[in-house]
């Protein structure tokens, strides 16, 4: 009894899954009629091929058998079969053949006993539900977000209270109606602050209970759409039992964390990707007994599923195997024979995850077209996770899959880079540093910085998103750095805002694919900002040709020449001109500034007039009378304030002249400002 229950729980299983790829099928079928193009054909062959390794997993060979013919006629489109209606109708009539051997919808009995305390309900209306849910999580944040500016507003009051005691004393010297008036004043300021406290408390309350029922919500919810991973993986074991006996192979298959509840949409989505990992594994991983035997092993190979969940609200499902591992040689030959390039994908392993690679010598009903690994790497993609590869010669293979645990809601750090907000999702983010432009090195065509023992590369976000150069200031710098081991990139941004959770939207029809972007999020504020592809820019950044963050030169520093006898009033111009940045020098007179600017370069000059052996006019013309020297400008600073003494001085050719009687330091720093 309990081994019919099991099969009939894998067949209701298969039913729904072999529906929607029957139904994708129907549907790239008729765009190919009207529209005839590789993508489509693409789309469609990777249909059949799931659907073929669905079948096989549940028994149903007449259906894999009616799969591989589909699958056949469209490697012939796929190595450029012309679109005929003849052949148009050889694939209708091989996806009908397969409709009608897919199991028909049964008529239900009574409801057992142990089924009374449940109730079915149609999995779209659950979603429906559910994506309503997840929308109050908008309203949630902006009601976050007055709470935060209400915060500001009373800490604007309470920095103010100094400022009012201070007018209060000062009334009390005031006229009685004037009194009057700023204590009324006051009272109303003391009045809107209380009501303003109160109205924060009150707000707060409501708040914090408005977002426990959201949270609540939202967590029952999802809760109603997590299923144990055991779910999908009751077909596994007899799988890799079929597969053992076709391939004359010994195999054994251990499945560890089969408990851990997983998104419903997770795992309708990666099952079929898991069953390409076995299939791979088997066929080319696990060696045969005899080869085993040779190399000291048991005849009996294993390959193992284990699941763990890791911080971040995900889980990853790693498919090992005890095999002979994968032959970087051998993926690199099939990877040039179709034209792609190792060094720009960055080595042997990213090849695998390209369609048409494989390492099979023929192609048989289980392997071999090079397509398993880049259905595998394009749904783990769109869950939003990433995937790792381990491989040592006749050691093994280790596949490992970051998955998020739920989908559409997450947590997420808001960052600015080029001056505009983006969402970087949180579990992918490694590591935050802050590093100085010193420890900035040249690695290759890159930047790197130095952590924990080795070079992480760098690039600047801005320049990845085609936002404009970044350039490298001489203060510490906010570095993200994304991706796991060797992988890791660190990223530039401007600043981190927050950390926040959120709801993250698609971005349409009209847009199913942006580079680099995954979606868009509402913040609380009502500003939407796009939702950042982590995969995505850590491939970018192999795709460019250089990645060096432009360094930003720091500004020169500004030499001015300080001209006055008065030991004094030189001490007082050579502090002021100094704490606003420049480099100052003095002379005592006109003849010793001219020696000094003969010698060395300055960008203005700063004197007095009445000095001995030269004044501050003749200097001036002396300069202007210099071709070297002619276009520095120059301030005369004195207390010769006559209409007469400012004529001359313009006449010398003068930039600006300040009189010491009304002097402000502050006309001084910017004239030179200014003028330099």
């Given amino acids: 009894m309990e081994e019919q229950e099991f099969i ?3 067949l209701e299983t298969f039913k729904v899954e072999a529906a929607e790829h029957v139904s994708a099928m129907s549907a790239g079928l008729e765009m190919l009629g009207s529209r005839p193009d590789q993508e489509t054909v693409e789309v469609l062959y990777r249909e059949a091929h799931s659907l073929k390794g669905a079948a096989r ?5 007449e259906v894999e058998i009616s799969c591989q013919q589909l699958e056949d006629l469209l490697a012939e489109m796929k190595k450029g079969a012309p679109v005929t209606p003849e052949l148009l109708d050889r694939l209708h009539e091989a996806i009908d053949e397969v409709s009608s051997l897919l199991p028909q919808e049964q008529a239900l009995a009574e409801p057992s006993e142990s089924s009374i305390e449940t109730v079915r309900v149609d999995l779209r209306k659950l979603r429906t539900v559910l994506r309503q849910a997840e929308e109050l999580l908008s309203p949630k944040l902006a009601e976050q977000q007055h709470l935060k500016e209400l915060d500001e507003i009373l800490d604007m009051f309470a920095k103010g209270k100094g400022r009012r005691s201070e007018i209060l004393r000062m009334s009390r010297s005031m006229e009685d109606r004037m009194r009057s008036l700023v204590d009324s004043e006051l009272l109303a300021v003391r009045n809107t602050e209380a009501r303003l406290a109160a109205f924060r408390k009150s707000a707060g309350k409501q708040f914090h209970a408005f977002s426990a029922m ?10 109603m759409l997590m299923m144990p991973f055991s779910s999908i993986s009751d077909a596994f074991p007899r799988l890799v039992r079929d597969l053992s006996k076709e391939l004359g192979k010994k195999i054994a298959l251990d499945i560890k964390g089969g408990e851990i509840e997983i998104d419903r949409r997770v795992l309708e989505e990666i099952k079929d990707p898991l069953i390409h990992l076995l299939r791979n594994a088997a066929d080319h991983g696990i060696e045969s007994p005899d080869a085993r035997s040779a190399l000291g092993k048991q005849q009996e190979g294993r390959i193992a599923i284990t699941l763990a969940q890791k911080d971040g609200g995900k889980v990853e499902i790693a498919v090992s195997d005890d095999g002979s591992g994968i032959d970087d040689d051998r993926v690199v030959e099939a990877a040039l024979q179709l034209g792609f390039s190792p060094e720009a994908e960055g080595g042997a392993v990213p090849l695998l995850f390209k369609s048409g690679i494989s390492t099979s010598a023929e192609v048989t009903g289980i392997s071999g077209r090079g397509l398993g690994l880049a259905i595998v790497h394009e749904k783990v993609e769109k869950l939003g996770g990433e995937i790792a590869i381990e491989t040592a010669q006749n050691r093994g293979t280790i596949f490992r899959l970051g998955l998020p645990l739920t989908l559409s809601t997450f947590r997420g750090v808001l960052v600015k880079a080029a001056g505009k907000p983006f969402i970087i999702p949180s579990s992918s983010i490694e590591h935050v540093l802050r590093v100085d432009a010193q420890d900035i090195r040249p690695i290759g065509n890159m930047d790197s910085v130095e952590f924990d023992g080795r070079a992480v590369a760098l690039a600047g976000l801005s320049e990845v998103l085609e936002m404009g150069t970044q350039k490298l200031s001489d203060g510490k710098m906010i570095i993200i750095v994304l991706g796991r081991g060797g992988a890791q990139t660190g990223f530039k941004v401007d600043e981190i805002l927050d950390e926040q959770e959120v709801l993250v939207k698609n971005l349409g029809p009209q847009l199913v694919r942006v580079r680099n972007v995954s979606g868009a999020c509402l913040l609380g504020t009502g500003e939407t900002v ?3 592809n982590p995969a995505d820019l850590l491939k970018s950044v192999m795709r460019r040709p250089q990645h060096r963050i432009e360094r930003q030169e720091k500004p020169r520093e500004k030499r001015v020449l300080v001209v006055e006898d008065s030991i004094t009033s030189r001490i007082l111009l050579k502090g002021i001109l100094e704490s606003a940045g420049y480099l100052v020098n003095t002379a005592v007179d006109g003849l010793d500034a001219m020696k000094l600017l003969k010698k060395e370069a300055f960008d203005l000059v ?12 003749t200097l001036t013309s002396e300069i202007r009378a210099d071709k070297k020297l002619a276009a520095l400008p120059v301030v005369l600073v004195t207390s010769l304030e006559s209409r007469e003494h400012r004529e001359q001085g313009i006449e010398a050719g003068a930039d600006a002249y300040i009189v010491k009687s009304s002097f402000d330091q502050s006309d001084l720093i ?3 400002g200014r003028l330099t």
Avoid at 57 to 61: E, R, S
Avoid at 606 to 617: A, K, L, Q, Y
């Fill in 8 to 10: 009939g729980r894998l």
């Fill in 57 to 61: 997993a549940v028994g149903m060979n």
């Fill in 214 to 223: 959201i949270d609540d919500l939202l967590g029952d919810t999802r809760e």
């Fill in 530 to 532: 796009p939702v950042l």
């Fill in 606 to 617: 700063v004197s007095d007039i009445e000095m001995p052996r030269m004044n501050g006019f």
């Fill in 670 to 672: 910017e004239a030179a």
